[in-house]
C-alpha cells in the first residue's frame, strides 16, 4: 500500500559542520517552501564555531518551528516525539560528540526512517543549498511514488545561477574521473549527486543506508552504484531546483584533493578492481597537472598523499566485493 503523495511527510537531513549560517539560511529557504508537511533533521558533527548554539538561538526566535535538541542518549525518544501534524515544522538538532562524517551522520536517521512502519519521503540536502519555494512540490508532483527510485534535482549555482548538474554526474571507471550531467532528460547517471538526494521510504529499505568506508567523497557513488544493481532507477526532477554554494566548507584544496583521491581508488578497489593501476596512473597526472599548470601546491600535495596513504592503508580499509 503506497502513499498519498500529496499529503505525506518530507523528511530533510542536513549535516551541518562548522557551517552554521549556510544551516539557517538552507532552513529559511525550507520554511519558505510551498509544500508545508516537513520534518527537519540537522545532525551537528562537532562543530567548533558554536554552530548548534547559534542554530538553537535562531531557530528558537523563528515561530514556524518547533525545536527538539537531542544527543546521543536521547535521540530514540526525541525521535519517537516528532509530531508532523504541528502548525509549526518540527526540527529536530542532534549533537555528535565527533565528527562522523557524511555518511554516518546521515544514517543516524536513516536507519530510523527504514524502521518505521509509515512510508514517507526523504530528503538529504547539504547545508550549504537552498530551495526555491516550490522546489519541494516539484519534488512530489514529479515522483511516482509506486516506484523504486532515486530522485536527483536541477543543481544551480548559489551566486550566478548557472547550471552545475541535472540530477548528478557519469562516472568513468578507467580513469576515475567525473563528469557532471548537462542534459534534461532520462539520460542514464552513474549516481545522484550527494548534495541534494530525493526518496520515498519502500527505496530507501531497499537501498539500504549510506557506506561508511568513505570520507567527504563517493558514499554517493557507492550508494548510488549498489541502488542500480538493486534495480533502482536513477532519475531526475528537472523542475525542482536549488542552488549550491560548492563545498564551502572543505574548500577545493589540500583536504578535497586528498580525500578525492583516496576514496576514488577505494571505490575502484570495491567495484572496477581490474582498472585499479589506470585509475593510480590518472591520479598520478592530476598530480603534475596541480603542480605545474595550476601551480596549486597544496592541492597537488593532497593528491600525492591520498595516493601515498592508499598504497599504505587501503588495503585494510574496504573489503572487495
Given at each position: 500500500?503506497f502513499m498519498?503523495?500529496?499529503?505525506?511527510?518530507?523528511?530533510?537531513?542536513i549535516v551541518?559542520?562548522?557551517?552554521?549560517?549556510?544551516?539557517?539560511?538552507?532552513?529559511?529557504s525550507?520554511?519558505?517552501s510551498?509544500?508545508?508537511?516537513?520534518?527537519?533533521?540537522?545532525?551537528?558533527n562537532?562543530?567548533?564555531?558554536?554552530s548548534?548554539?547559534?542554530?538553537?538561538d535562531?531557530?528558537?526566535?523563528?515561530?514556524n518551528f518547533?525545536l527538539i535538541?537531542?544527543?546521543?542518549?536521547e535521540?530514540e525518544n526525541d525521535f519517537q516525539k516528532?509530531?508532523t501534524?504541528?502548525?509549526q515544522?518540527?526540527?529536530?538538532?542532534?549533537?555528535?560528540?565527533?565528527n562522523?562524517?557524511?555518511?554516518?551522520?546521515?544514517?543516524?536517521y536513516l536507519q530510523?526512517?527504514?524502521?518505521k512502519d509509515k512510508?514517507e519521503?526523504i530528503?538529504?540536502l547539504?547545508p550549504?543549498?537552498?530551495?526555491?519555494?516550490?522546489?519541494?512540490s516539484?519534488?512530489v508532483?514529479?515522483?511516482?511514488?509506486?516506484?523504486?527510485?532515486?530522485v536527483?534535482?536541477?543543481?544551480?549555482?548559489?551566486?550566478?545561477n548557472?547550471?552545475i548538474?541535472?540530477g548528478?554526474?557519469?562516472?568513468?571507471s578507467?580513469t576515475?574521473?567525473?563528469?557532471?550531467?548537462?542534459?534534461s532528460?532520462n539520460?542514464?547517471?552513474?549516481y545522484?549527486?550527494g548534495?541534494?538526494?530525493?526518496?520515498?521510504?519502500p527505496?530507501?529499505?531497499?537501498?539500504?543506508?549510506?557506506p561508511?568506508?568513505y570520507?567527504?567523497?563517493?558514499?554517493?557513488?557507492?550508494w548510488?552504484?549498489?541502488?542500480?544493481?538493486?534495480?533502482?532507477?536513477?532519475?531526475?526532477?528537472?523542475?525542482?531546483?536549488c542552488?549550491?554554494?560548492?563545498g564551502?566548507?572543505?574548500?577545493?584544496g589540500?583536504l578535497a584533493?586528498?580525500?578525492y583521491?583516496?576514496?576514488?581508488l577505494?571505490?575502484t578497489?570495491k567495484?572496477?578492481?581490474?582498472?585499479?593501476?589506470f585509475?593510480?596512473l590518472f591520479?598520478v597526472?592530476r598530480?603534475?597537472y596541480?603542480?605545474?599548470?595550476?601551480?596549486?601546491?597544496?592541492?597537488?600535495?593532497g593528491?600525492l598523499?591520498?595516493?601515498?596513504?592508499?598504497?599504505?592503508?587501503g588495503?585494510?580499509?574496504?573489503k572487495?566485493?
Amino acid at each position: 500500500m503506497f502513499m498519498n503523495q500529496h499529503n505525506t511527510n518530507i523528511n530533510i537531513i542536513i549535516v551541518n559542520y562548522n557551517t552554521w549560517k549556510d544551516t539557517i539560511e538552507c532552513i529559511d529557504s525550507i520554511q519558505s517552501s510551498l509544500y508545508k508537511k516537513i520534518s527537519i533533521f540537522i545532525i551537528d558533527n562537532n562543530s567548533s564555531d558554536n554552530s548548534v548554539k547559534n542554530i538553537q538561538d535562531w531557530v528558537s526566535s523563528n515561530k514556524n518551528f518547533h525545536l527538539i535538541n537531542s544527543n546521543q542518549y536521547e535521540i530514540e525518544n526525541d525521535f519517537q516525539k516528532i509530531n508532523t501534524n504541528l502548525k509549526q515544522i518540527p526540527l529536530t538538532i542532534y549533537s555528535s560528540s565527533e565528527n562522523l562524517g557524511f555518511a554516518k551522520a546521515n544514517n543516524i536517521y536513516l536507519q530510523k526512517f527504514i524502521k518505521k512502519d509509515k512510508n514517507e519521503f526523504i530528503l538529504m540536502l547539504n547545508p550549504d543549498t537552498t530551495l526555491y519555494p516550490n522546489t519541494l512540490s516539484e519534488l512530489v508532483q514529479s515522483h511516482n511514488n509506486k516506484d523504486l527510485e532515486i530522485v536527483g534535482l536541477r543543481i544551480n549555482e548559489y551566486t550566478s545561477n548557472q547550471l552545475i548538474t541535472i540530477g548528478g554526474y557519469n562516472y568513468f571507471s578507467l580513469t576515475g574521473s567525473i563528469t557532471q550531467n548537462l542534459l534534461s532528460g532520462n539520460k542514464k547517471l552513474s549516481y545522484i549527486h550527494g548534495g541534494a538526494v530525493f526518496l520515498n521510504s519502500p527505496t530507501l529499505r531497499k537501498a539500504g543506508m549510506l557506506p561508511t568506508d568513505y570520507f567527504l567523497y563517493f558514499e554517493d557513488n557507492d550508494w548510488c552504484y549498489n541502488a542500480i544493481k538493486k534495480n533502482i532507477n536513477l532519475t531526475i526532477c528537472n523542475t525542482a531546483i536549488c542552488k549550491d554554494k560548492v563545498g564551502t566548507s572543505i574548500g577545493r584544496g589540500f583536504l578535497a584533493q586528498y580525500y578525492y583521491t583516496f576514496n576514488v581508488l577505494l571505490f575502484t578497489k570495491k567495484f572496477f578492481i581490474k582498472n585499479l593501476v589506470f585509475v593510480s596512473l590518472f591520479q598520478v597526472l592530476r598530480f603534475i597537472y596541480f603542480l605545474i599548470l595550476k601551480r596549486n601546491t597544496n592541492a597537488a600535495i593532497g593528491i600525492l598523499n591520498g595516493l601515498k596513504d592508499f598504497i599504505l592503508y587501503g588495503k585494510r580499509k574496504i573489503k572487495v566485493n
